[in-house]
């Protein structure tokens, strides 16, 4: 661990009347439900890794320091991550998380820099497929099976809007019943890193999946459209992106699914189907899917056609003298000097080339 981690940066500050009393509340205001969370969750880590109390005093720590402190601090909490074995992509969220509060501290004058660390690489999706159509029919027989009726018709409404809409599991915890129009088959959903609400189309089947829910609960005229139902001290309260985490795989293994299944990876199947259906169109499965780069959606389309692999046969082919279309022959493009060109010959196929023309016009004299 670092050194300004156990005694403090000589370079340090006295943040006292500087720093906000709520400065983290501040912070966190204008942020979602689900990203205050995890931002809360990833300060009060780092305030572990500085083995401080509160979030605020992580806070009044990191900003009390000078910037090259504050960097190498920072670099040492993202290496003793790396040695936890946890994943890039939770690293990266956690230096942004760290990142957003500084730049807060920038804006209100209490420090003059920003915090310079790389984040990590983040390797692209590999498996972008899901448990595919089949699967997400199997998980909808899963939980036409289960006994408890309520517990019924919420899963099954969960899952229609996972599919139906693609929709992340913190876009549909964060529903309420007012964000159903159910008049002209709408749901008003809050999208990944958005700070309105947009309204989304959604088919029939999954509104009345959703209505029967409702129905089911006796109606309501608010508060969280989903809510966990079991027997414990949560029943009642809103279904956490968590618990719907928990929720998809127990299904899974209900469905007898091979691989485990989650909330990201029914998201992942949809908006491949989504391309299949639309000849690949990515503009059309970008506005399904709410991604904010279309780079995003050619992952999917390539991991859905395997297009690297059908150019890697093609290569491969030229191995086994086939032409580009699979027929005997010599591949496009190549010349044939170079399958002349002497092997013993330190001269390349070009200059070999000159060399024994100019040998021949020798003896022709």
Same mark, same amino acid.
């Given at each position: 661990m670092s050194d300004l981690v156990r005694t403090g940066s000589p370079a340090s500050i006295d943040l006292v009347g500087r720093v906000p009393d709520r400065l983290i509340a501040r912070?966190? &205001?204008?942020? =979602?439900?689900?990203?205050?969370?995890?931002?809360?969750?990833?300060?009060?880590?780092?305030g572990k890794f500085l083995k401080v109390a509160t979030p605020d005093e992580a806070a009044r720590h990191l900003l009390g320091l000078a910037p090259g402190d504050a960097n190498g601090v920072?670099?040492?909490f993202c290496e003793a991550l790396r040695q936890r074995g946890r994943a890039s992509a939770t690293i990266n969220r956690k230096?942004? &998380?760290?990142? =957003?509060?500084?730049?807060?501290?920038?804006?209100?004058?209490?420090?003059?820099?920003?915090l310079e660390v790389s984040a990590e690489r983040v390797q692209p999706y590999r498996d972008t497929k899901g448990p595919g159509t089949e699967g997400v029919r199997a998980l909808l027989s899963a939980a036409a099976s289960t006994k408890n009726p309520l517990k019924r018709l919420r899963d099954l409404a969960l899952l229609r809007l996972l599919w139906s809409l693609a929709l992340r599991r913190s876009e549909v915890c964060s529903l309420d019943v007012e964000h159903l129009d159910r008049e002209h088959g709408r749901i008003f959903v809050l999208r990944k890193a958005k700070t309105e609400r947009i309204w989304l189309s959604a088919p029939t089947p999954t509104m009345e999946a959703v209505a029967a829910y409702l129905v089911a609960?006796?109606?309501p005229e608010g508060g969280p459209l989903f809510l966990n139902v079991d027997r414990t001290k949560k029943g009642g309260r809103r279904l956490t992106p968590s618990g719907l985490h928990a929720i998809v795989g127990r299904l899974g293994e209900r469905a007898g699914l091979l691989k485990k299944v989650t909330p990201h990876k029914i998201r992942h199947a949809s908006i491949t189907r989504a391309l299949d259906a639309t000849a690949g169109d990515v503009r059309k499965a970008r506005f399904f899917s709410g991604h904010a780069r279309l780079?995003?959606?050619?992952?999917y389309d390539d991991n859905r056609e395997d297009l690297a692999g059908?150019?890697?046969?093609?290569?491969?082919?030229?191995?086994?003298?086939?032409?580009?279309?699979?027929?005997?022959?010599?591949?496009?493009?190549?010349?044939s000097h170079y399958r002349e060109h002497d092997p013993g010959s330190s001269d390349p196929p070009e200059e070999a080339g000159r060399c024994g023309s100019e040998t021949r016009r020798r003896r022709a004299r």
């Open positions: 912070w966190l &205001a204008r942020k =979602s439900e689900h990203t205050r969370r995890a931002y809360g969750r990833d300060l009060a880590d780092f920072v670099i040492d230096l942004a &998380a760290i990142r =957003s509060l500084v730049s807060l501290g920038r804006v209100l004058g209490i420090v003059t820099w920003e609960r006796g109606n780079e995003t959606l050619l992952i059908e150019v890697a046969s093609l290569v491969s082919a030229a191995l086994d003298g086939e032409g580009l279309h699979g027929q005997p022959g010599e591949v496009a493009g190549e010349s």
